[in-house]
């Protein structure tokens, strides 16, 4: 079992920065390639960015060159910074955690980030 713990959403303004961290417990960090989605309103939840535990990274065409996900093995954390934001980046914003092996996956309770234009 993975528990995920969310924070650092909240209000923005189109073209500032947000960063969102997710705490992992529970488990083996490395052990698991971690992500962030997101979800807005009557829209199916899509992918944002993932990370493998040796940091390779894989982004939406949409957040290319605005948000950088990163992890800190030794914290058990990961982070997405997102700048230049959009009123499109609008949605709650899920940290997922996939096993490697079992591909098992675990959600944190999501973490609102609105942008206003």
């Known amino acids: 079992q993975v528990q995920l713990v969310e924070s650092g959403g909240g209000l923005a303004q189109a073209g500032g920065s947000l960063r969102l961290s997710c705490a992992a417990s529970?488990?083996?960090?490395?052990?698991?390639?971690m992500g962030w989605y997101r979800q807005a309103p009557e829209r199916q939840r899509e992918l944002v960015a993932t990370i493998t535990s040796g940091s390779r990274t894989n982004y939406a065409d949409s957040v290319k060159g605005r948000f950088t996900i990163s992890r800190d093995n030794a914290k058990n954390t990961v982070y997405l910074q997102m700048n230049s934001l959009k009123p499109e980046d609008t949605a709650v914003y899920y940290c997922?955690?996939?096993?490697?092996?079992?591909?098992?996956?675990?959600w944190g309770q999501g973490t609102q980030v609105t942008v206003s234009s």
């Open positions: 529970g488990s083996i960090f490395s052990f698991y390639r």
């Open positions: 997922n955690a996939a096993h490697i092996v079992t591909n098992t996956n675990y």
